[in-house]
């Protein structure tokens, strides 16, 4: 009932809004009583004047709005409609309404019957939102259908170029621009007026009078069982029958339900094509024109019996409820998709405005960096010129030493004559051993101090690796911040690089030195084996070296040897000594 009323409700917009003459949204109460009156005639609805008075009893002096007209025509009319009423007489009482102020006065293609047609189909594809339009889809569809009445081809590219023109415009087509467009032939080019009359009398059949199907054929008589031809016209719950096809003489009624059925015959009594209708009271036996038309009809019966069964509504009133839904479900998503598009923009905007905000710390952070970045670099600056004075001092002292080095291997090589002059005194070789012992002892003490000096290299070496992670970290910190910085890094790496070859200089000089003191050592061995060699002379050759023993020599000769022995013996202290500071002088350099 509630689809029925929408319905109504389109056609009675059409007379409503024909009555406001100013389009304020208001009628005269004495138009309204005659639209109510015409309403109530037409759709068989008692009609109660008085109850009209009392609804508007506060507005004898001036115009309805339609507002307050509402109210009054569903509780009195549209909710008293049984159906039992011409539909096309209700709509041609509207049609009458609106027709003569809203029909096109430029001639069309199509006479004054097939306009009202086409306002007919137009109510009934047209959107359920008022002002009432026709979307692009169901314009496309019943084009589709007249063209296919016509028998001629669909121009799918022609009409998707109007479509594109269309939608730039507006969202669909109000009920005169689609009789004005179906009029002007824009898309029954070639066709006559009398093949598009037909087309639209076909499509009008279908979609408003429920017509499934409709045509001659002969029928047996249930009383004097002769055959005569009749119009048959299939809906979904009947099947009648009329001498010809203008609908003027009825002559039956074929009702359908669930339990009907459709039964083909073979040929008898010289009638081809029999197929047989069976109801629960009578039974109709029916032969069609040739075998297609039969099985057509036997299937457009079939069809429809199972749509009674199944409670299902008409093909085509089915297909536009589900084209409606399809339609509603892509309004759906597409609002969610603006929805969804209004929060992307929203969040993007945000965004932006983090972005920014970020872009901003970047660039302070990045002035920050540029600041610290000077800064660093005038620090490794100073480092660099510290290191160099550094260097030049080192490269003195090493000049130094080298020089003493030098002159105590000089000093070396004659305390060793004289050693080798003085190998004969036996208790001061002994005490040279003893010194020689404490030289080992010293020289443990260099090596320590060796390894201490190594350390702190290793120390030295670990800080700079560290300040090298360091200056790395903040260059990948600030690198993802600024490109900018690059440049900046490649000169740290390099001073760095320059940095670390220094320092594999100093390490080279620091081998360089422990090489030298290597040999310092080899030669103080190769005087203690000398020595050594030299003891073991004396104790096999008493003859070239006789011991002094007492008793043999005066006392002033006594006196005499123990001056020599002694001034040796200072002068090998003083040459062990210069050897062990020459060591201490190389270590400390290192």
Known sequence: MVGLKEELLKSIWHAFTALDLDRSGKVSKSQLKVLSHNLCTVLNVPHDPVALEEHFRDDDEGPVSNQGYMPYLNKFILEKVQGNFDKVEFNRMCWTLCAKKNL?????????????????????????????????EEIE?????????????????????????????????????????IGSGQFS????????????????????LDVLKQGYMLKKGHKRKNWMERWFVLKPNIISYYVSEDLKEKKGDIILDGNCCVEALPDKD???????????????????????????????????????RAGSAPPHKEARQKRKELRQKLQAEHEELERQMRELQAANENKQKELETVRKQLEAAAARAAEEEKKRLQTQVELQDRFSLELE???????????????????????????????EMYK?????????KQARQDEETV?????RLLEEETAKRAELEKWHLQQQQTIQMTEAEKQELENQRMMK??????????LKQLELERKEALEQYEEVKKKLETAANNTKSWKDKVAHHEGLIRLIEPGELSTEELQKYVFILSHALISLGGLLKSAFSCSLLVHSSL
């Open 104 to 136: 096109s006065k430029s001639p069309l293609l199509i006479s004054d019957e097939d306009a009202f047609k086409v306002w007919v189909i137009f109510n009934f594809l047209s959107e359920d939102k008022y002002p009432l339009i026709i979307v692009p």
């Open 141 to 181: 569809y019943l084009l589709k259908k007249i063209t296919e009445a016509m028998g001629a081809g669909w121009q799918q590219e022609q009409f998707d170029h109007y479509k594109v023109a269309l939608n730039t415009s507006r969202e669909g087509l109000s009920a005169w621009e689609l009789i004005e467009l």
């Open 189 to 208: 080019k070639g066709m006559d007026r009398q093949t598009v009359s037909m087309a639209i009398s076909e499509v009008f059949n279908e979609l408003i």
């Open 270 to 308: 010289g009638k081809k094509c029999l197929f047989l209708i069976k109801c629960l009271d009578k039974t109709f036996e029916i032969s069609a024109s040739d075998k297609k038309k039969k099985q057509e009809w036997i299937q457009a019966i079939q069809s429809t019996v199972s749509l009674l």
């Open 393 to 423: 001092r080192e490269k003195m002292v090493r000049q130094k030493m080298e020089e003493q080095v030098a002159q105590k291997s000089s000093e070396l090589e004659q305390y060793l004559q004289r050693v080798r002059e003085l190998e």
């Open 428 to 436: 001061q070789l002994q005490e040279a051993l003893e010194d020689e």
């Open 447 to 451: 090596r320590k101090l060796q390894a």
């Open 493 to 502: 790496e390099q001073a760095l690089q320059v940095a670390m070859e220094q």
